[in-house]
């Protein structure tokens, strides 16, 4: 999801580097939580559409990530990490992670750039 960061913002800082790290796997690699490209394209709609201070509204941030989680849930059937791994496209098994990355940019990309009501 950094490679998105990247289209953003040009060369990412090494301390978001370093901060998004943990969110590879379900967060550590455990599997067991939510996808970290659900909670990277969350932190990067933040980027574009969040909030700096509490005064200001970050309603459109919302909607955007809650439609991201949307599409993804549409896409995938889950957003917890295991289960994605698990069943594979159609059902049929484990695929690599970068498939999954690729396409979870393209629907980010997608949230990113399009009017959202």
């Known amino acids: 999801m950094l490679a ?3 289209h953003l913002w040009g060369r990412v800082d ?6 998004t ?3 590879a796997g379900g967060l550590g690699c455990d599997y067991q939580e939510l996808c970290g ?6 932190l990067l709609i933040g980027s574009v559409y969040g909030r700096t201070s509490p005064e200001e509204d970050d309603e459109e941030c919302n ?4 439609l991201y989680r949307e599409r993804f ?3 995938f059937g889950t957003t917890r990490c295991y289960d994605i791994r698990e069943q594979g496209y159609g059902g049929d098994g484990q695929w690599p992670c970068s498939t999954l990355v690729e396409r979870a940019a393209r629907i980010l990309l997608g949230v990113l750039s399009e009017p959202v009501p």
Not at 14 to 19: A, N, Q, S
Not at 37 to 42: D, L, Q, Y
């Open 4 to 6: 998105v960061g990247e």
């Open 14 to 19: 090494d301390h978001i580097m370093r901060m």
């Open 21 to 23: 790290s943990g969110l």
């Open 37 to 42: 490209t659900v909670s990277g394209g969350a």
């Open 63 to 66: 909607r955007r990530v809650n």
């Open 73 to 75: 849930l549409q896409a």
